[in-house]
């Protein structure tokens, strides 16, 4: 008898899964009402359907089946977290064998309406939906769910690199200041995206709601190791012009000797080129950070003031672990800072151990007097080897 009624249980929940899923998908999709107080819409018999499947789920709080208690509505709770962490994956990727991926916009509409379905359901059956969306939108911002799967923060993280970043390398896509976003050039034969569709300031305050805090970490220690990875290539192409640098370097001032040494540099088109990929990959975090900045703020007022109001106490004479700390607290909230504390570990990354870092600043930088004005800090041990290295003039 009680396996009987544990099975009927099961089917119950099956049941108003079902109804739950049909219910949700059909808040997308606009329903004709009837004219006429004794006709419904297919959205109205689903509302009923699934109240009654509910109610008949409330008739039995437990059930005691071999000294073990059965609750229907916490089984319905695990069932319901279990789904809905694959179908916010699905919304992100309706084809799972095709790379493309919905606009973040998009994704966040079908979420808000999942969460509120959610919250209407919760009147009906005994659920801690608070509970329960909490631990599925926390496990999307983590690189792997529960259950060891991929998340939205992967599958942006991923595409955002691979897709629209790496096109954007190759020149398919080109960076508009003025649009705040990334530009699609159409080509013959070519079918690419729309670039703007996903990198505007919208879809970054989308990705952001989205991701989240720690999921926007996520795809900023990625894009920060993209950039090393092409700053260890620019290293090499140093070393391997080693000789000539230091030569142009001593016949700064003499034109004759500039001539002569220029054509003897190899690969100076790909100095370029990475300088260009490592900018482009710095303007759209900056893209990112902006759209993190502004939904925290609306979310958070309150804590986003004393964060900024302690970004600008910070001075030149503070020690530098502290300002390295209250930078890293800014940045996570999406503030822009002076000083990059993830290019700073980035950068830290890139040597042996651990070591302290300097300013490269307009009295210690020792170079062209424009690359001043980026303000960028590089560890100690780095900047005393290039410094000793170079020739007294």
């Not at 049909?22 to 004794?38: E, H």
């Not at 059930?63 to 916490?74: L, Y």
């Not at 993280?157 to 970043?165: A, P, Q, R, V």
């Amino acid at each position: 008898m009680w396996m009987m009624q544990l099975s009927e249980v099961v089917a119950l929940t099956c049941l108003i899964l079902s109804s739950c899923i049909l219910f949700s998908s059909s808040l997308f999709k606009p329903c004709r009402p009837i004219t006429g107080s004794a006709f419904f819409s297919s959205l109205d018999k689903l509302h009923q359907t699934l109240t009654e499947l509910c109610w008949s789920l409330n008739y039995v709080t437990s059930i005691v089946v071999f000294e073990h208690t059965v609750t229907p509505a916490e089984f319905l709770s695990s069932q319901l977290e279990t789904r809905l962490t694959r179908s916010l994956v699905r919304l992100a990727k309706p084809n799972p064998s095709s790379p493309e991926l919905a606009r973040p916009s998009e994704v966040l509409a079908a979420v808000q309406a999942y969460v509120t379905f959610l919250v209407s359901l919760m009147h009906r059956v005994g659920l801690d939906t608070g509970r329960l969306l909490r631990n599925v939108l926390l496990q999307q911002t983590q690189p792997l769910d529960a259950s060891g799967e991929q998340t939205l923060t992967t599958l942006y993280t991923n595409w955002y690199l691979e897709s629209l970043l790496r096109q954007a390398s190759m020149g398919s896509i080109v960076l508009s200041p003025a649009m705040q976003a990334f530009v699609s050039i159409p080509k013959e034969g070519e079918q690419t995206f729309s670039a703007e569709e996903y990198s505007d300031v919208s879809e970054m305050r989308a990705l952001a709601e989205l991701l989240g805090p720690y999921g926007m970490k996520f795809l900023s220690d990625n894009l920060m190791w993209h950039v090393t990875s092409q700053m260890v290539e620019l290293k090499k192409l140093v070393v391997e012009n080693m000789d000539v640098l230091v030569q142009i370097r001593s016949n700064f001032y003499q034109p004759e000797q500039m001539m002569a040494l220029f054509p003897r540099l190899t690969a100076t088109e790909n100095v370029l080129k990475r300088m260009t990929i490592i900018g482009e990959i710095l303007w759209f975090r900056s893209l990112a950070q902006e759209g993190l900045r502004e939904v925290f703020t609306n979310h958070c007022p309150f804590l986003m003031g004393p964060i900024e109001c302690m970004k600008d106490f910070v001075t030149p004479d503070m020690d530098i672990k502290v300002t390295l700390s209250i930078f890293e607290l800014a940045t996570a909230a999406g503030a822009p800072c002076d000083i990059d504390p993830a290019l700073v570990a980035a950068l830290a990354n890139l040597q042996k151990g651990q070591c302290t870092y300097t300013v490269v600043g307009a009295t210690s930088f020792m170079g062209p007097p424009h690359a001043a004005v980026f303000g960028i800090w590089i560890p100690e041990q780095v900047h005393d080897e290039f410094v000793t290295s170079l020739p007294v003039a």
